[in-house]
């Protein structure tokens, strides 16, 4: 496909050498004397290390050298075939005539510039680009021109077919994508000054016909060949804490907080019966003076008693399991007061910057004696976990002084190890999703994925959704997505609730006291608090995922999986008035498997039978979502699961047929109906062996309700010989 074609013959040795017209390299250099330098590619350059059959070598390598006319500036395009897709290393070098004279270096940003061209347009695309130092965002288009600078990841498509662009951030060096007349551009970053040589893994690039696939396949060959298997999502451990509702304080108090009204919250939410498996104490807790960390414990105006008495009480008085609480990754905002006790204390594990700022220290394994201090005396206050802030804000604090990688590395691994001793690795990284930060965390498993949700902002829910969708499609190679709080009392809270069921990451609200509809928590979660969490991270469904829902004709479609079935949420956010024809159907979630499946709109009291290509039509209003389950009928059934929950299929733990044909399903926990679909009309059935009543909701529909007193339970359904009419 256009550009890829040609790149993995290359890779291979199969194809032809490169020219002009295919790939361009510049580099730019730090003044003085700087500019940028146009390179020519040098004649007979290709070394290609292994054999000329494309087809039985995987490993082919290709070598294309760049240089200016002096042969004072040399940039190396390596090209390696990794089966389905090529990795593009860069080698770059400087030539100066003295070590001790004044050097020729390249530029802070932008040191390296490879063009790589196309053959023609690229037909629609969807850009996922870094909007502001800390968040990214989708773009879409159909021009090479409009792809937006700092782009993270590029996929191009048409016919059922897609070639994807994944630059790598994963060494020292940042790699950013953005279009040009003829294709794309990478941009290498050092964010070092002095710089003579460059090394790097830059990108990744393939096609295929499956774009969610696709992604995990480019992710995980950046990731063995930058030697980091354990930053893929699939390898990480997701933190049982975070698998129950949860409550935080920024919307209900923002700095304002106080142990007074988190207090009051929590007796609110025990007093209504909502289990909060855990609070979060959010910025506005910390002693703080002139903008800076003045000391570990709390600002003794809001906490008199100390962080570790209120901790108790949520805890023992209000039955709160879990309690954690926000830093940044630099103490606070502004870094650490160097007048504190807790500066002189820890002053082996701080540095500070070119600003002025005293901040955890940005070699390798030092700034863990800060963190391993803090995080020991907050566990001892009782706290369980942290969510850290502004951590894109490191390239900003270090830049020229260090490499962006380096710098990002070494404040992710030291705070890691001191999260891993004393929380378990329970934390949620936030404001971090420059490119620098998503490669270089260590271990961590949570990542927020959109800018803040914004109570006050009425037209604010359609850039939200949109943002946590679709950076996800990327995002989600690495991280579990934190999609943010919600008020569960709010003009779009339903969308909020809807949009978290289906996220698969943690679900949690920050409602102020006196503001809490119980009635759209109870869908999100078992009676304990816990979650009806999805398997994996939901990502934009095929028809939407090139498009852009908010200026287009169609809605937002979100999937996922869980319980052996396919998830599926949709979301009108265009800003159109009218009504919009959609669909859904089993074609919105991809890999599930089946002829013919069960389709069910909570809360619609009926449900479909479709074949694979089929879908169920449906209009929606300016501002309308819904929450879908599609499941697979196996024999002519097929188990829906809890009706009262958004996500109600979570609750089959499983669905067997015997030698009778009795169907025996392991249900996760009673309370509510539970429903099936299917072809043969049922003649009983047992719950944990017991009689239990079977009423028919609908045209092969049934339902039976389980009682309140039941967790884990079996229930047996004897089908009968006659078919549903």
Not at 679 to 687: C, E, K, M
Request: glycine share 12%.
């Amino acid at each position: 496909m256009m550009w890829f074609e040609w790149m993995r013959k290359a890779g291979s040795g199969s194809g032809p050498g490169l020219d002009a017209g295919l790939v361009r390299c510049s580099v730019k250099l730090a003044d003085p004397g700087g500019g940028t330098v146009e390179l020519q590619l040098s004649p007979n350059t290709v070394d290609t290390s292994a054999s000329t059959d494309n087809d039985a070598n995987l490993n082919g390598e290709a070598r294309y050298v760049f240089a200016d006319e002096a042969a004072r500036a040399s940039v190396t395009l390596i090209l390696r075939n990794a089966g389905d897709c090529v990795t593009g290393h860069i080698e770059a070098a400087l030539a100066n005539d003295s070590a001790f004279g004044r050097q020729r270096t390249f530029a802070v940003s932008g040191a390296v510039e490879i063009r790589l061209g196309a053959s023609g347009q690229p037909g629609r695309w969807m850009a996922v680009y870094q909007h502001k130092d800390w968040w990214t965002r989708p773009a879409f288009g159909t021009d090479w021109t409009e792809i937006p600078d700092r782009t993270q990841l590029l996929l191009c498509g048409g016919n059922d077919r897609y070639a994807q662009l994944l630059p790598v951030s994963g060494g020292a060096v940042r790699a950013d994508a953005s279009g040009w007349a003829s294709g794309v551009s990478l941009r290498l970053s050092p964010g070092q000054s002095g710089l003579t040589r460059i090394h790097t893994l830059a990108f990744v690039l393939g096609e295929g016909e499956d774009p969610y696939a696709m992604v995990e396949r480019h992710a995980a060959a950046a990731a063995e060949s930058l030697g980091k298997p354990g930053m893929l999502r699939k390898d990480k451990t997701y933190p049982p804490l975070l698998d129950k509702v949860g409550w935080c304080s920024w919307d209900a108090f923002y700095h304002r907080v106080h142990e007074e009204g988190l207090l009051q919250k929590a007796e609110e939410l025990q007093r209504l019966g909502v289990p909060a498996g855990w609070f979060m104490i959010d910025d506005g807790w910390s002693d703080v003076r002139d903008g800076k960390l003045a000391r570990f414990e709390a600002d003794a105006a809001k906490f008199p008693g100390g962080l570790g008495r209120t901790v108790d009480a949520l805890k023992n008085r209000f039955g709160v399991a879990h309690v954690g609480v926000w830093h940044t990754i630099a103490g606070y905002w502004g870094g650490i007061d160097p007048s504190s006790d807790e500066a002189r204390a820890y002053s082996r594990s701080l540095r500070t910057n070119a600003r002025g700022q005293l901040l955890p220290s940005p070699e390798p394994g030092e700034a863990f004696g800060f963190w391993h201090g803090w995080h020991g005396w907050l566990a001892r206050q009782g706290v369980d976990f942290v969510k850290v802030d502004s951590q894109s804000a490191t390239s900003n604090f270090w830049e020229g002084a260090y490499a962006y990688g380096d710098a990002a590395s070494a404040a992710h691994a030291s705070l890691e190890a001191s999260v891993a001793l004393h929380f378990d690795s329970a934390l949620i990284n936030c404001m971090g999703m420059a490119a620098e930060n998503v490669w270089h965390r260590p271990k961590s498993a949570v990542s927020r994925s959109s800018d803040d949700f914004v109570p006050q902002d009425l037209r604010g829910f359609a850039e939200h959704a949109l943002q946590n969708a679709y950076n996800s499609y990327w995002h989600g190679a690495f991280y579990w997505g934190d999609w943010d709080m919600f008020w569960s009392e709010h003009q779009d809270a339903r969308a909020g609730a809807l949009l978290r069921a289906i996220s698969g990451g943690p679900v949690y609200v920050s409602d102020p006291p006196g503001q809490t509809d119980v009635a759209l928590l109870r869908p999100l979660a078992y009676r304990d608090g816990t979650l009806l969490r999805c398997d994996r991270v939901a990502v934009p469904a095929p028809d939407c995922l090139l498009r852009d829902p908010t200026r287009e004709a169609l809605p937002l479609k979100l999937w996922n999986t869980t319980g052996g079935a396919g998830v599926v949420a949709i979301f009108r956010i265009d800003a159109e008035a009218g009504g919009m024809e959609a669909a859904v159907g089993p074609g919105d979630v991809p890999g599930l498997s089946g002829e013919r499946f069960a389709v069910h709109a909570h809360g619609s009291g009926h449900a479909d039978i479709v074949g694979r290509g089929e879908s169920v039509p449906l209009s929606l209003a300016p501002g309308e979502c819904a929450i879908w389950t599609v499941v697979p009928m196996t024999s002519g059934f097929a188990p829906l699961g809890r009706l009262d929950k958004f996500a109600g299929s979570h609750a089959v733990l499983s669905c067997v047929e015997d030698s009778r044909g009795h169907i025996r399903i392991r249900v996760r926990e009673g309370g509510g109906p539970f429903g099936f679909v299917s072809d043969r009309v049922p003649a009983s059935a047992l719950l944990d062996g017991e009689d239990v009543e079977v009423q028919e909701a609908g045209s092969r529909f049934y339902t039976v309700e389980l009682p309140a007193d039941k967790g884990e339970c079996s229930l047996d359904i004897e089908l009968s010989n006659a078919e549903t009419p």
